[in-house]
């Protein structure tokens, strides 16, 4: 059984920063593909980003630019820095651990983005 550990969210400013971390337990990391997700409200959850198990990264064309998805296989983390925040980068922060016929879920860390 996987455990996904979402931290870093929090309410900051447009225009600021934040990075989020995902901490992966209770299976090797390394066998998982990692991404980010967020779910606004009203709206369905989307994705932010991926990085594979080979370290190649995708984004929405939203963050993109903005957005940084990293892991470090040492200390089993997904890092998600993020820059140039906007209002409509408001959502709840999801990790996800994916292999062929298995995913995982933790259970999210709100980002707000307001003055």
């Known amino acids: 059984q996987v455990q996904l550990v979402e931290s870093g969210g929090g309410l900051v400013q447009p225009g600021g920063s934040l990075r989020l971390s995902c901490v992966a337990s209770g299976t090797d990391f390394s066998r998982y593909d990692m991404g980010w997700y967020r779910q606004a409200p009203g709206k369905q959850r989307e994705l932010v980003a991926t990085i594979t198990r080979g370290s190649s990264t995708n984004y929405a064309d939203s963050v993109k630019g903005r957005f940084t998805i990293s892991r470090n296989f040492v200390k089993n983390t997904v890092y998600l820095q993020m820059s140039s925040l906007e209002p409509e980068d408001t959502a709840v922060y999801y990790c996800?651990?994916?292999?062929?016929?298995?995913?995982?879920w933790g259970q999210g860390t709100q980002v707000t983005v307001s003055s």
């Open positions: 996800k651990a994916s292999q062929i016929g298995y995913s995982y």
